[in-house]
């Protein structure tokens, strides 16, 4: 059996891409990635607002799945879409978008969570939702959102991957892993809450028909088959359509003592679980019960992650001293370590802007020495990052009672090498690195799955990984005082946690 052709599309918040992973079901199975098109994600903001530029990245996937013809020589077998999470578009009675979604960094959701809790205290929507307070849950942006003329004017609410599902084949739906993160969804029953909803006014019939990872989602529209040159029928097939979600099937570990980390423009750092966590002491620790593939609970924590070092990169360059990445991280693994260092979870870095200076005002109130040149800071993030990865992982296991045995990093910061060695330092674990495409390994793993070409679960899918990856391995090696010390300090500072 020739492998089959299958096109991930995978939006993160500073660049798309479209894969194609070619897939065989032969002997133990074989699995082959190939990016086809890489295309930025630039947000743009009018009139104060911050949004996504949706109709440039639909341009992109376009090309994309053009591109994935061209390189395969053929229609895809099928499409999958992920992308972040959270954030939405409203289309109204006629099916016409009505206005630019809005980004998730967006500050109008701010003051929302209090008055959310004038109504549901803290304690009952996370007994109902088992989600993390984050600023920027879609629960949030729909209470923000309430009395505004595009809400009014709504008859369907699709989520970013759903959205694009919906342009490219006229169908609606919404795909459950990324429904998890609305903080709506009650991750037991895996169904909508209908409890939360009313009490705070959103009406979900604004949301269209649950459907979940490996369900039918539809074929490419006629015009969409004209404009990418494709031959029809192509099916579009849902799969873990919330990034994270396809980012964490594709975690190549054995067994189940596992940690991961996805990184990206976040570090989603935590444990797969076959039940969620909802008791008082998860939620006063702030750990999410999103759901994965397959019936699992990601039991994770949102830490700021890479973002920190991606907008200090963007402000020295528009000072006029840009830097390159690669460099930065050689001259970085030369400054001596946890000398300085911030707390990586504080909601304090979530907004774009300035980041080298609010970082150095972060290490004074930390105390110690406050960074300078771009290594010295690059060194802060990196050993930062390090420290809130550790603390998840000791909290998720603590929390949930699950034995860990190894850390995964996956996603981009699977190549950060300084950042894999930190973290095992940091945990006094080995770190296994890899794939760094892991979300759209996922997705098309998900989908190859649905097609019949390979079999099985995760721990399948996963073997199937590991048998044509080579991931790296980082031992723990640096004495771990520094790293207790350090974490000490952190967690007397603030002593938000
Ligand atoms: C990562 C991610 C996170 C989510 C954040 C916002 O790309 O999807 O899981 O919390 O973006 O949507």
Known sequence: TEPLPFAAVDLGASSGRVMVGHVSGRGAGTLRLEEVHRFPNRPVRTAGTLHWDILSLYAGVLDGLRAAGAAAGRAPASVGIDTWAVDYGLLDATGALLGNPVHYRDTRTEGEAAKVGAVLSPSALYGATGLQYLPFNTLYQLTAAQGSPALGAARRLLLIPDLIAYWLTGEAGTELTNAST?????????????????????????????????????????????????????????????????????????????????????????????????????????????????????????????????????????????????????????????????????????????MPDRIREACRRVGGPVPETPAEITRCVLDSLALAHRRAIEDARRLSGRAVDTVHIVGGGAHNELLCRLTADACGLPVVAGPAEAAALGNVLVQARAAGVVRGGLAELRALLRATLEPRRYEPTRDRAEWDRAAALLAGEGGRR
């Open 182 to 354: 609305t903080q709506l969804i009650d991750p037991r029953t895996r169904e909508w809450s209908r409890s939360v909803a009313d009490a705070l006014g959103i009406d979900l019939t604004l949301f269209a028909p649950l459907r979940g990872p490996g369900d039918p989602a539809g074929r490419l529209l006629p015009e969409v088959l004209a404009e990418t040159g494709l031959t029809g029928p192509v099916p579009v097939t849902a799969v873990g359509s919330h990034d994270t979600a396809s980012a964490v099937a594709a975690v190549p570990a054995s067994g189940d003592r596992f940690a991961y980390v996805a990184t990206g423009t976040w570090s989603l750092a935590g444990l797969e679980l076959d039940a969620p966590v909802l008791t008082e002491e998860s939620r006063s620790a702030n750990f999410t019960n999103e759901l994965g593939v397959d019936g699992t609970v990601r039991y994770l924590r949102n830490i700021m992650g890479l973002w920190l070092l991606q907008e200090c990169l963007r402000t020295w360059e528009a000072e006029g001293a840009p830097q390159r990445l690669d460099r930065l991280l050689r001259e970085a693994a030369g400054v001596p370590g946890l000398r300085s260092f911030v707390d990586a979870d504080d909601p304090a870095f979530l907004a774009p802007g300035g």
